[in-house]
């Protein structure tokens, strides 16, 4: 460790988020993006330290961008954004040129829950170090594959409590709902992926508004902003060509139990949804609908929230469900006509325990699993559509191969 690297690790958090800032350059801009939102609409967003919003060239012709916030002393910065026409073929901010939807993307890369752990009960993961928490190496290994699209299943904050006092891995490490925090657990490492592609974002159980809730709607909500946090947001499409992205914001739905009240918002959401899924949809959400883990020999099946919302059934025009929230990778078919269950989480989180009771078998939300594969490496999930099948490798920290798939429908197959 060098002396200049010793010194940052020991400095107060305002400084913190004042060297980030500094590190926009002389054009004052933090990060900038490029994401999908509700009815069809591409928004680009850009983080500036200036006091007013940039200029966006579209096309060749600059268009001033709007405030969608305004300083204050969590987020002290201007968050700019802009919806972009339809036509748009060029788009860039400050030189920097921002990588666009193509009309049918064919290459894509799921990841999910990618930041450090630090919750008190928790053993503190060492942010610090890259092998403990890889996320910057598998957002710039993802960026290395040139996706057309990139989809986070959520959970992007986890930096919740201090570091404990004298652990140096993760001396140092900002924490709270705060623009250094996101800053250091999101932007920074993401930057490259965030440059090579477009986002779809789905809020995770972190992101809700008693954790890092604000942080949330001020940066990555898609939505036109509301007054306060808001425990639900309303479900939309993405359409992506060959199959349409149903966005369903679960962060609030509990795992162990089935409120009545979420169990009337979720069953709303799910049918509107259902309704405009067309022919081959894919239902993105944070909360897997029928996930299987295992702690210490035991295992444990979620979201009962979901479960009782969907009773079990979703429409026939929805062939997978893709998720995260649980830390490995996952995919569960099931006998019978449910739709498999696909779970990308293994993206910079501490990993969980592998599931070691075999699937076949296996019974959840009135459904028997057929068969399971299941990883707890550090990783992402590259989609390449090949003809009509979705072929899909389970990817290392470097790129390697961990496990090789196919989608082909309502059908997800691995070959171990």
């Not at 440059?195 to 789905?202: G, L, N, Q």
């Not at 060959?242 to 049918?271: G, R």
Request: aromatic share 8%; glycine share 10%.
């Amino acid at each position: 460790m060098n002396r200049k690297t010793t010194i940052l690790l020991f400095l107060p958090l305002f400084l913190i988020g004042l060297i980030t800032c500094d590190n926009a350059g002389n054009n004052g801009i933090i990060s900038s993006w490029v994401q999908a939102g509700p009815n069809g609409t591409t928004i680009v967003r850009v983080i500036t330290l200036k006091n007013n919003c940039p200029e966006i060239a579209l096309n060749g012709s600059p268009v001033q961008m709007g405030v969608r916030h305004s300083p204050d002393n969590d987020f002290p910065v201007l968050v700019c954004e802009i919806n972009i026409p339809s036509e748009t073929i060029s788009a860039s901010v400050a030189g920097r040129f921002l990588r666009l939807p193509i009309e049918n993307p064919k290459r894509l890369i799921i990841l999910g829950d990618t930041g450090c752990r630090l919750e008190t009960g928790d053993v503190p993961q060492s942010c610090n170090d890259p092998e403990a928490w890889p996320f910057k190496q598998i957002a710039d290994t993802a960026s290395s594959f040139n996706p057309d699209l990139v989809i986070h299943v959520g959970d992007y904050l986890y930096r919740e409590d201090a570091c404990p006092q004298g652990d140096t891995g993760c001396e140092g490490s900002p924490f709270g709902d705060n623009l250094a925090t996101w800053d250091a657990d999101f932007f920074t490492p993401a930057d490259n992926l965030l440059r090579k592609a477009p986002w779809v974002f789905s809020r995770g159980n972190h992101e809700e508004c008693g954790r890092a809730g604000k942080g949330w709607f001020v940066l990555l909500d898609p939505n036109t902003p509301f007054e306060k946090c808001e425990e639900f947001t309303p479900p939309y499409v993405v359409d992506i060509g060959f199959v349409n992205l149903l966005m369903l914001d679960s962060s609030a739905a509990k795992d162990n139990s089935a409120p009545d009240d979420q169990v009337e918002v979720y069953k709303s959401q799910i049918a509107t949804l259902e309704n405009a899924s067309g022919n081959n949809a894919w239902m993105v959400t944070h909360h897997p609908f029928w996930g299987i883990g295992e702690s210490s020999g035991e295992l444990f099946m979620i979201n009962d929230t979901l479960e009782a919302s969907s009773e079990n059934v979703l429409a026939n025009g929805i062939n997978l469900v893709v998720s995260g929230h649980i830390h490995f990778f996952e995919v569960l078919n099931f006998v019978g006509a449910r739709q498999p269950q696909l779970i990308v989480g293994m993206s910079g989180t501490e990993v969980d325990s592998l599931v070691t009771t075999p699937f076949p078998g296996l019974e959840i939300g009135g459904a028997t699993v057929n068969e399971g594969f299941n990883l707890n490496e550090f990783g992402f999930a590259l989609l390449e559509l090949v003809g009509e099948v979705w072929e899909m490798s389970i990817r290392d920290v470097k790129g390697e191969v961990l496990l090789e798939c196919e989608i082909d429908g309502d059908m997800a197959t691995c070959f171990p």
